[in-house]
């Protein structure tokens, strides 16, 4: 370890020490699953989606909920397709900070519906509902910044700044905290990303301070790392509208799983259609204790869950991958090597993994195989490295299995190391992956690569069908990694989130392992169990 790393670490500890101090707070959180109402005209669209916060917000409060948290482009700004357009949603918010100045804008008489420059008053709308039902309310929205392009290099050449946003509002009504993306996914056709992140939190009434982030935020060292390790803050309030990769990774594997790693609570809020976008919950310290996974296509997905959240949550000392430095990363091109240990049934090959968003396929090295042709209850060992030394190691034990259990289909083991850039996204995204997950298809194409067809909303079940395989014990070993940003993630049967009682977690400097021992004598039916890790030093963390 170096006196860098020595260094990063202690601090780390000081914080776990001063986090343990604190008094605990008790309080009660709901997510919100909404598909966004469609109106005629952007003010209608706004209108319809505000009017189903409101009900949203009276259900909660009569649960006896102190804040509720709305999903990324819940209000509809979605629906524009470029700058024009969006332009209709951005609103105009002032500029506040841990709720100071005081601003109220349903106690402000000369509030009008409609703002100075025609839009539809989010503020107003925002405030009011806040105060009616005396909630904490995050609302995820479009808000527009005012810049000169003659002193400002950044600014757009419509003089304004575009961000996605989310913006906070306490019981009183009083806007306390507005939040600009830190990282955009998709949207940078029509949206600004700030020219570096600037972390916002804010204290409620009730004793407990928020950090608030934003769907792709998540896979980023900052702001999670200040807000985090900086503001001492273990209760994080998140809007997301998340693209699901099955069955390597979707948002309530990735949410339980940022939970477990920092030790916070998470309370998640997510866009719902299809099985490929969609899934939330609330979280604390990787134990689930609301979830919702979206398992069919539904173009009126309207679901809220509640949990109670008692913060600071028990929280274990970091582990030494917490103070991991990047280093440099290029795109790599895989070259797989690939051994089998113990049992000869399975060899290593090139796999290619898709559909991978938006739609190119993804190479990586792959040991494929079928449990129906390998011993129970023996172990069995498996080994893969990729370029720029990315290593994989994986052991498992399958279960006996409980009379009548259907064995079917393939497994991959794979290590996984690259690039891939996403349209309308400011920057590369690099991902280094370890998996042990279900393989549909497993045919080879024209250039000898076996092709495993990912889980997407018409497929769904049969990963179910797939997972049906019951293992006794897993051990998957990362290592290599460039960065520490890092998710373990397990589920079985396709969505269920395999409970910590069955899973470590341990990580070093470019290690991550993740085990799964103690299951019950008929095994786990595992269907997704990786260490997935974001690459991001090569653009602004």
Excluded at 42 to 48: A, K, N, Q, S, V
Excluded at 511 to 538: C, K, R, Y
Aim: hydrophobic residues 35%; glycine residues 8%; contains cysteine.
């Amino acid at each position: 370890m170096t006196v860098g790393h020595l260094s990063l670490y202690l601090l780390a500890c000081l914080a776990v020490i001063c986090r343990s101090s604190q008094s605990t707070v008790q309080y009660r959180a709901a997510a919100v699953q909404h598909t966004p109402y469609v109106g005629t005209s952007y003010f209608e669209t706004l209108h319809l989606n505000y009017n189903a916060y409101s009900n949203y917000a009276q259900e909660a409060k009569e649960s006896g909920t102190q804040v509720i948290v709305f999903p990324e482009e819940g209000v509809g700004w979605k629906t524009a397709t470029n700058r024009e357009e969006v332009a209709h949603f951005c609103y105009p918010f002032p500029k506040v900070f841990n709720g100071k100045p005081l601003l109220i804008a349903c106690n402000n008489a000369s509030s009008s519906p409609t703002s100075s420059l025609g839009l539809y008053n989010q503020e107003l709308r925002g405030s009011c509902i806040a105060q009616q039902h005396s909630i904490i309310m995050v609302i995820n929205t479009c808000s527009r910044v005012p810049c000169n392009n003659a002193t400002d290099p950044h600014c757009p050449d419509d003089g304004h700044f575009f961000f996605n946003t989310d913006v906070v509002f306490d019981e009183r009504g009083a806007l306390v905290a507005q939040y600009h993306k830190s990282h955009l996914f998709a949207n940078g056709n029509m949206l600004d990303q700030p020219y570096q992140p600037d972390p916002v939190w804010f204290d409620s009434s009730f004793g407990v301070r928020f950090g608030v982030m934003i769907c792709w935020d998540i896979g980023f060292v900052q702001p999670a790392d200040y807000l985090l390790n900086t503001m001492n803050i273990t209760d994080f309030l998140y809007s997301v509208s998340w693209i699901n990769w099955n069955p390597l990774q979707s948002g309530p594997l990735f949410q339980r799983g940022f939970s477990w790693v920092k030790g916070v609570n998470i309370v998640a809020s997510n866009f719902g259609t299809t099985p490929h976008k969609g899934g939330g919950g609330i979280f604390s310290a990787g134990k689930v204790e609301a979830e919702w996974w979206q398992l069919q296509n539904d173009d009126h997905v309207h679901k809220i869950v509640f949990a109670n959240l008692t913060t600071p949550p028990p929280l274990a000392a970091p582990s030494k991958e917490e103070t991991a430095l990047p280093l440099s990363l290029t795109r790599p091109h895989v070259k797989q090597q690939g051994a089998l240990v113990g049992h000869p049934t399975a060899t290593s090959t090139s796999c290619v993994f898709g559909p991978w968003p938006p739609g190119t396929p993804v190479e990586g090295a792959c040991i494929l195989f079928s449990p129906t042709k390998l011993p129970k209850s023996v172990p069995i060992h498996m080994q893969l490295t990729t370029t720029k030394n990315f290593h994989c190691d994986l052991q498992f034990t399958l279960a006996a299995g409980p009379v009548g259990n259907v064995e079917s289909g393939l497994y991959v083991f794979a290590a996984i190391n690259f690039t891939f850039f996403f349209p309308g996204t400011p920057s590369p995204t690099g991902q280094q992956i370890c998996g042990l997950i279900p393989c549909i298809g497993g045919m080879k194409d024209s250039m000898g690569r076996t092709v495993c067809q990912w889980i997407t909303n018409t497929t769904q079940q049969i990963v179910q069908s797939v997972s049906s395989t019951y293992f006794s014990s897993v051990a998957l070993t990362g290592k290599g990694y460039q960065t520490p940003v890092r998710i373990p993630m397990a589920a079985a049967d396709g969505h269920v989130l395999v409970p910590l009682k069955y899973l470590k977690y341990q990580g070093s400097a470019d290690t991550m392992t993740l085990t799964m021992t103690n299951a019950p004598p008929e095994g786990i039916p595992i269907s997704t169990f990786t260490t997935f890790s974001v690459i991001h030093d090569f653009f602004k963390s």
